[in-house]
Nanobody, 127 residues
Framework: QVQLVESGGGLVQAGASLRLSCAAS????????MAWFRQAPGKEREFVGA???????????YYADSVKGRFTIFRDNAKSAVFLQMNSLQPEDTAVYYC?????????????????WGLGTQVTVSS
């Protein structure tokens, strides 16, 4: 059974940093696209960042414009984990953050590409 479990969320002040973790189990995710999405209260879930496999040991990273330069996505295949390092957090980053994994083709920001989802972790940034 495939499981994605997020952790690392919390309440921080503006300007602080957090690192989210996503532990994946149930299969090998080496060639899977792994991504983070978020959903703020009253808003639709939106893409944050993704890491996609492009052959051998090469991965590409993609980011939403709103987080580019502040957030970094990276993975540790040996641990079947993906991380989201979030720096310079702002109140508008407040949301539930979800980890997702997908094996198929499709654009990295398309939620339909992803087959598996975690339950999410809350990030709250106070001003």
């Amino acid at each position: 059974q495939v499981q994605l479990v997020e952790s690392g969320g919390g309440l921080v002040q503006a300007g602080a940093s957090l690192r989210l973790s996503c532990a994946a189990s149930g299969r090998t995710f080496t060639t899977y696209a792994m991504a983070w999405f978020r959903q703020a209260p009253g808003k639709e879930r939106e893409f944050v960042g993704a890491t996609t496999w492009s052959g051998r040991n090469t991965y590409y990273a993609y980011y939403a414009d709103s987080v580019k330069g502040r957030f970094t996505i990276f993975r540790d295949n040996a641990k079947s984990a993906v991380f989201l390092q979030m720096n310079s957090l702002q109140p508008e980053d407040t949301a539930v953050y979800y980890c997702a994994a997908g094996s198929g083709r499709g654009t990295y920001f398309d939620q339909n590409r992803y087959d598996y989802w975690g339950l999410g972790t809350q990030v709250t940034v106070s001003s």
